[in-house]
Nanobody, 115 residues
Framework: QVQLVESGGGLVQPGGSLRLSCLASGFTIRYSFMKWYRQAPGKERELVAGISRLGDSTNYADSVKGRFTISRDNAKNTVYLQMNSLKPADTAVYYC????????WGQGTQVTVSS
C-alpha cells in the first residue's frame, strides 16, 4: 500500500525556516520523480518543487526560487523541502506527491508564516 506521510510543518515568523519531510512507504522512491505541492486557503493546489530520481535535476516555482530547496535520501525513502526566508504568502498546506500507476498524495502538513 503506497503511503506518503508529510511532517515538519508549523508556525514560523516571517524570515524563518522550516524543513518538511515526506516519508514514503509501499514503494521505493529511487525510481520516481518526487514533487511538493501546496494549497493556500481559497486557492488551487500549485506545484512548488520537483526532483529527479537521482536528485541531479530539480525545478521550482518562480515564487520560491532561491529560498526553497528540494532534496531526497533514497536510502531513507524520504524527500525533503528546506524552506528559508519564509513569507506570509508561503502559508499553505504542503503535500508530497508521486505518480506511479496513478497519483498519490500525503495528508499534508500545515505551514503558517505569521508574526
Amino acid at each position: 500500500q503506497v503511503q506518503l506521510v508529510e511532517s515538519g510543518g508549523g508556525l514560523v515568523q516571517p524570515g524563518g525556516s522550516l524543513r518538511l519531510s515526506c516519508l514514503a512507504s509501499g514503494f521505493t522512491i529511487r525510481y520516481s520523480f518526487m514533487k511538493w505541492y501546496r494549497q493556500a486557503p481559497g486557492k488551487e493546489r500549485e506545484l512548488v518543487a520537483g526532483i529527479s530520481r537521482l536528485g541531479d535535476s530539480t525545478n521550482y516555482a518562480d515564487s520560491v526560487k532561491g529560498r526553497f530547496t528540494i532534496s531526497r535520501d533514497n536510502a531513507k525513502n524520504t524527500v525533503y523541502l528546506q524552506m528559508n526566508s519564509l513569507k506570509p504568502a508561503d502559508t499553505a498546506v504542503y503535500y508530497c506527491n508521486v505518480v506511479l500507476s496513478s497519483g498519490y498524495w500525503g495528508q499534508g502538513t500545515q505551514v503558517t508564516v505569521s508574526s
